[in-house]
């Protein structure tokens, strides 16, 4: 039986697909009727409740009314959560949830505070990114691998439990991918466990990928070239994607590539007071960190997931001169002549991408061909964007629009289908708290998950957090 032919709604089951008539129609959404308490000698033995024993008995009695299996994108918003609730007992992650608070959870979250900050300070950033915070008693800066895998591993547990992904909507592709991070460089990504073993950008992506079922997304905007441990780091993560197995866990391999990066920030403002020697210096910096990063990553041109994520303004202010199309296209000759001179020494010397001078070229066209790519324009001014180009040109007029939009819309919400109505995408934190973006307003949850560093302290999730203007738990557990 196709799924698209069953609706497990409020109108109850077709009992002419089963012949089978229950003795009163039982709605798989009917909140009202509950199922028959089973006991069960192992019950004590194996320490499962009575709780979760009728959760999922209700499971069991939905799919033979129905006589399929769940697909794995099923909708757990479309059966009863009041009769689902205690399928979730025993996760250690999720105690202190009920099913409501894990549906709205796992429906909405798409990036994950894996680690926090990042040292970019690109001006047009929309989470207004800062470097990680110093890690104390009190603060963290990243999760602990304890609180990943319990995450992780409390997601596949529930999934296994139900016969489908909790985050089923995603996997149909209403979320076509998910992040590690939310203000972080994905080459910044990685955890060390209690053995002090590093986990980088490659274990964190495959243990989302296997929790949640949808494709990791990969950014960077380059590192220092002399920073042998992301050097080392970003040729491992080019050499394992650029495997076809291994390509269907990434939906996009992301190259940041804008004017708006801090390097570039910096030598603009430096040519308009006319230091143009220590402008020369910056725009050095930021090109050969560019050209290194497109050099390093030579295996994935191949791939159809690489990509440039390139941005500019598109308003005539003056307070935009440096930043606009065709300052990018003016950094582009300027990094490919770089691009060039890096192929150029590999290929009169280890040989590592290019054999022959043919080689050399057909990566520098299929450079070009990803810089002839798409342009986005649309710029959210956080607060650091605010500073550099002011409250009052139209970037950052747009972005207070939006922000102010969402915070009615948030503030006007009575049940958890006006949230998912407004598009709104999820964050979880490095301690375990959880907040909605629009990626131009943030909103604070009352959803906690149970890390070991839960109550901790964290940087600020923006942009433009919205604290007055919290997501209750009473709205989220408002589904009718």
Known sequence: ???????????????????????????????????????????????????????????????????????KNTD????????????????????????????????????????????????????????????????????????FKSLTDGLNELNDRLGFYVSGPNVSGKRNYISPFHDADGIEVALKDNNGVEHDFIDIADELYRAVGVPVVFDTAGWTPSNKKLQERAERIAAHYSLSENEQILTQFNISFHPFHALHTRQVLLERTGDIERANK????????????????TPMLESRKMGFIQRVATSNEPVFDGFREADLQKMHKSIMKKVRVLYEKDLEGEQKFSKTSADVEGHLSQIKMLMTGHVASGITLAERGQELFGKANRHALETGDRAFSYNQR???????????????????????????????????????????????????????????????????????
């Open 76 to 147: 757990i918003y479309e059966f009863s959560l009041n009769n689902l609730d205690g399928i979730q007992e025993g996760i250690k992650v999720f105690n202190g949830l009920n099913m409501k608070e894990i549906a709205f959870l796992t429906r909405t979250m798409t990036e994950f505070g894996v680690n926090r900050g990042c040292h970019n300070m690109c001006s047009y950033c929309y989470a207004d990114a800062k470097p990680p915070i110093k890690e104390t008693a009190e603060t963290i800066n990243k999760m602990s691998w304890n609180d």
């Open 1 to 71: 039986m196709q799924v698209a032919n069953i609706r497990l709604n409020n109108y109850g089951f077709d009992y002419k697909k089963t012949g089978n008539k229950p003795a009163r129609p039982v709605s798989v959404a009917d909140n009202s009727v509950p199922y028959q308490n089973v006991t069960s000698p192992a019950v004590s033995f194996l320490g499962v409740s009575q709780k979760y024993l009728n959760a999922k008995q209700y499971i069991e009695r939905v799919k033979q009314i129905y006589e399929f299996l769940p697909p």
């Open 282 to 297: 910056f725009k050095d910096l930021y090109e050969n960190r560019m050209a290194n990063a497109i050099y390093t990553f």
């Open 410 to 480: 948030m503030a006007d919400a009575k049940n958890v289908k006006d949230i998912f109505y407004n598009g709104m995408n999820g964050i979880v934190d490095a301690n375990g708290d959880y907040y909605l973006t629009s990626w131009s307003a943030t909103f604070p949850t009352e959803i906690k998950l149970n890390f070991e560093n839960k109550g901790k302290l964290t940087a600020p999730i923006r942009p433009y957090l919205q604290e007055d203007t919290p997501i209750t738990r009473t709205v989220i557990n408002t589904v009718e």
